[in-house]
């Protein structure tokens, strides 16, 4: 009893510490142009093959994006589509470590945020 009550306040512990590393960042949106076969539904891009899986190491991370418009948004990290957030809500998604892009896109094609880079921590990601 005593090793259990231990490894819950280790686990917390833990858990409080990598929380106060995460980062906020603010992606603005932009207005979708209508142009012929240019833009392709994220949904159309669901692809069960890209799941990698390491057996020793954890690669993965969390990330938290907040929907803070009036639009339903499909979500793509690396291309891979990751699901659809409701009209000011937030979800939180497990990615690979080291992603390079976050893609979202209005589920009616009318807007669209885009952030690119090198993420290997846990990052909030706030539409706008």
């Not at 979708?32 to 057996?55: L, Y």
């Not at 929907?67 to 339903?72: D, E, I, L, M, V």
Request: charged share 15%; glycine share 4%; aromatic share 12%.
């Amino acid at each position: 009893m005593k090793n259990l009550f231990c490894f819950i306040i280790f686990f917390i512990s833990v858990t409080i510490v990598f929380s106060q590393n995460a980062k906020t960042i603010e992606i603005k949106g932009s207005t979708i142009t209508k142009t012929r076969h240019t833009n392709v539904s994220p949904r159309s891009q669901i692809n069960d093959n890209n799941v990698v899986v390491s057996p020793l190491i954890s690669t993965a991370i969390t990330i938290t994006v907040e929907n803070s418009t009036g639009y339903y948004v499909d979500v793509m990290i690396d291309n891979n589509y990751k699901g659809t957030i409701p009209a000011w809500g937030k979800s939180i998604i497990t990615v690979p470590f080291h992603f390079k892009t976050i893609y979202c896109q209005s589920v009616g094609e009318t807007k669209e945020w885009l952030n690119t880079g090198d993420f290997s921590s846990n990052t909030t990601f706030k539409l706008q």
